[in-house]
C-alpha cells in the first residue's frame, strides 16, 4: 500500500490561526458538556445523592468492564430549545462483560427522569444503533414517565419505542432492563417488554397506575410495594426476573445476564493494528477558518488509518472527491473525502462505481465530509450533472454496508446525501466543532431570496427597497449561519456528537468494532442507474 506523506508546517501561520479557532470552539463546546454533566443541578444531585442513589454516568461507569471506554452519544440532545440540554438521558456504547452493547441511563435529578421530546427521540436513536448493529440494549431505569406539558408531542411516537423492544427480541437482540426507581404508567411496559430484568428491592416501583389513580379508578387503597414493589414482581406477578439487594447489587446482576448471553461477532476480527505516521495533534489545524477555502483531505486520512497507508483509486480522474482503501483500527474500510468541495459529474461517477466496489467486498465506507454540494451552471447540466449525481445518491442509498460520517467542514446542498448525511442512515455520524449544514451558505441563500425578490418586484413594474433588500439578507444570514452550526445540528440528533478531531480515529475504531458484530454484507442491486 502506499503511505501518505504530509505537507503540514504546524509553525505556519495558517495553520496555528486554524488550531486556535478550532481550540476556541472546543472551549465552547466543553462548557456545554460540562452542563449536561451537572444534571439537573446542585439542588436535586444533593437530593437524589441522599437518597442512597448513583447518578446516571455513575450507573454506566459501575456496568462497563473495568477500563472499557464508553462512546457516549447526542449528549448535546436539545441544544438551544426549552428542553434540558442533554435531554435528561445518557446514551452510549460500551463493554459489558466483554460484550459491547448499547446503554441508556435515565438522568432522574433532571425532572425526575420524565420523557420530552428530544430525550424520545435520543432513545429511539439509541434503539436503531442497537438493531443495525446487533448490539444488546441495556437501560437502566429511572423515570417519572413522560413530561406531560409535551404529551402532544410524545404520546404518538412514544409508542415506537415499545415497538422497538419487541423487534429487537425478535431479531434475537437481547434487552435487559435494570429498575432503579421508577417506571410508571407506560414506563412500566419498558421492563414488560424487554427479555431479561433486574429490579431494586424497596426502590423499583413498576405499575400501570400507582395508588392515587388507583384508588380514584377503582376506590381500592393500596400501597407503592403491593402494586409495583420488587419483591412483589419477584414473588408474584413474575415481572422480575432477579431482585437486587442494592443499585450496586442491580449492576453486578446485569453483568452476570450478559455474560450468560453467549453472544458473538458475526463480522470478521480485526487484523494487526499500527498507529498513523502522523500526529493527529495536526488535525486542529487543518480546517480553514473560511470554509470556502479548500484543504486536502488525505493530510486528515493520514492521520486516520494504519500505518498511514492508503491505496488511492481513480487519483487522475474526478479529482475534487478523493476515493481509496485503508485499515483502520484493524479494519478494513473503503473512504471518500471531498478534496475541493464542489462535486462534478466525474466525482459522482467515480463515487457511484466506488461504492459498487465497496459492497462487492463487503467493505465498510468511511465518508470525510466538505461539500458545497454539487455543480450547477449551463454547461454542467448539458453535461448531465442532474443524472451524475443521482447515480451517486442512488449509489449511497442502496449500499448495505456500514456506512460512518464524519462532517469536517461544509455539508450543503445535496453533496449533503452524496456524502450519506443524516437522512441516508450512516451506522454512526459526527462532527467536527467546524461542521457547518445547511441547503446552501448562508450568503448565497440570502443571496438568491434577493433576486427572487428582485425579479418579482420587476414583473409588478414597482421600485425595488433596497434598505429593505440590505435587512432581509442580513436577517436571512445570521439565521442561516445559527442554524447550521454544529451544536445547533447535533442539539437536533442530526449527528451523533460533535467531537475533538483529535479523538476521530477511536471514535470510529469504536463504531467499526461496532458495526461488526453483525455481519458485513454488500448490496447485490442498486436502483437504476441513468447513464
Known amino acids: 500500500m502506499t503511505t501518505l506523506t504530509s505537507a503540514v508546517d504546524p509553525d505556519s501561520a495558517e495553520h496555528r490561526a486554524n488550531r486556535e479557532a478550532m481550540l476556541a470552539r472546543l472551549a465552547d463546546l466543553e462548557a456545554e458538556h460540562a452542563k449536561v454533566l451537572a444534571g439537573g443541578g446542585p439542588k436535586y444531585v444533593d437530593r437524589h445523592r441522599a437518597r442512597g442513589k448513583l447518578l446516571a454516568r455513575e450507573r454506566i461507569e459501575l456496568l462497563l468492564d473495568l477500563d472499557a471506554p464508553f462512546l457516549e452519544l447526542s449528549p448535546l440532545a436539545a441544544w438551544g430549545t426549552e428542553h434540558p440540554l442533554g435531554a435528561g438521558l445518557v446514551t452510549g456504547v460500551g463493554v459489558v462483560s466483554g460484550v459491547e452493547c448499547v446503554i441508556t441511563a435515565n438522568d432522574a435529578t433532571v425532572r425526575g427522569g420524565s420523557t420530552n421530546p428530544w430525550s424520545l427521540r435520543k432513545s429511539l436513536r439509541a434503539n436503531d444503533i442497537a438493531a443495525q448493529n446487533r448490539l444488546p440494549l441495556i437501560g437502566l431505569v429511572e423515570s417519572g414517565g413522560a413530561d406531560l406539558t409535551s404529551q402532544s408531542e410524545i404520546f404518538i411516537p412514544g409508542g415506537r419505542a415499545f415497538r422497538d423492544l419487541t423487534r429487537l427480541s425478535a431479531a434475537g437482540i437481547p434487552t435487559i432492563s435494570t429498575v432503579f426507581g421508577n417506571a410508571t404508567a407506560g414506563g412500566a411496559y419498558v421492563p414488560g417488554l424487554s427479555d431479561h430484568t433486574i429490579l431494586v428491592r424497596d426502590r423499583a416501583k413498576v405499575f400501570l397506575g400507582g395508588p392515587p ?261 442580513r436577517a436571512v444570514e445570521e439565521q442561516v449561519e445559527a442554524q447550521s452550526l454544529a451544536p445547533f445540528l447535533s442539539g437536533r440528533l442530526y449527528d451523533d456528537g460533535v467531537i475533538d478531531p483529535r479523538d476521530t480515529r477511536t471514535v470510529l475504531g469504536l463504531c467499526l468494532s461496532a458495526a461488526h458484530s453483525g455481519e458485513v454484507v454488500g448490496a447485490d442491486r442498486f436502483g437504476v442507474f441513468r447513464m
Request: hydrophobic share 40%.
Open 213 to 473: 389513580l388507583v384508588r380514584m379508578a377503582t376506590g381500592e387503597v393500596a400501597d407503592d410495594e403491593s402494586l409495583g414493589g420488587a419483591d412483589m414482581h419477584g414473588s408474584t406477578s413474575g415481572l422480575a426476573d432477579h431482585v437486587a439487594r442494592d443499585e450496586v447489587d442491580a449492576l453486578r446482576l446485569t453483568r452476570r445476564v450478559v455474560a450468560r448471553l453467549n453472544r458473538r461477532k458475526l463480522g470478521r476480527a480485526p487484523g494487526p493494528v499500527d498507529e498513523p505516521l502522523h500526529d493527529p495533534e495536526d488535525l486542529l489545524g487543518l480546517v480553514p477558518t473560511d470554509l470556502r477555502v479548500p484543504f486536502d483531505p488525505r493530510e486528515v486520512i493520514a492521520r486516520l488509518v494504519d500505518g498511514s497507508r492508503f491505496d488511492e483509486f481513480k487519483p487522475d480522474y474526478g479529482t475534487s472527491l478523493v476515493t481509496g482503501w485503508a485499515d483502520l483500527h484493524g479494519y478494513p474500510v473503503g473512504v471518500l473525502a471531498n478534496a475541493r468541495g464542489v462535486l462534478f459529474s466525474q466525482e459522482a461517477q467515480k463515487a457511484a462505481q466506488f461504492i459498487q466496489l465497496a459492497n462487492t467486498s463487503a467493505t465498510p465506507l468511511l465518508f470525510l465530509q466538505n461539500t458545497t454540494g454539487y455543480m450547477v451552471g449551463a454547461s454542467y447540466e448539458q453535461g448531465g450533472i442532474v443524472k451524475h449525481g443521482s447515480m451517486m445518491i442512488n449509489a449511497v442509498a442502496n449500499s448495505r454496508v456500514p456506512h460512518l460520517t464524519v462532517v469536517m467542514g461544509a455539508s450543503y446542498g445535496a453533496g449533503n446525501y452524496g456524502m450519506c448525511g443524516r437522512a441516508y442512515d450512516p451506522r454512526f455520524l459526527f462532527s467536527w466543532p467546524s461542521a457547518k449544514s445547511a441547503v446552501m451558505g448562508p450568503a448565497q441563500l440570502a443571496g438568491v431570496l434577493s433576486i427572487v425578490a428582485r425579479q418579482a418586484a420587476a414583473a409588478r413594474g414597482v421600485p425595488y427597497d433596497e434598505d429593505g433588500d440590505a435587512a432581509m439578507r
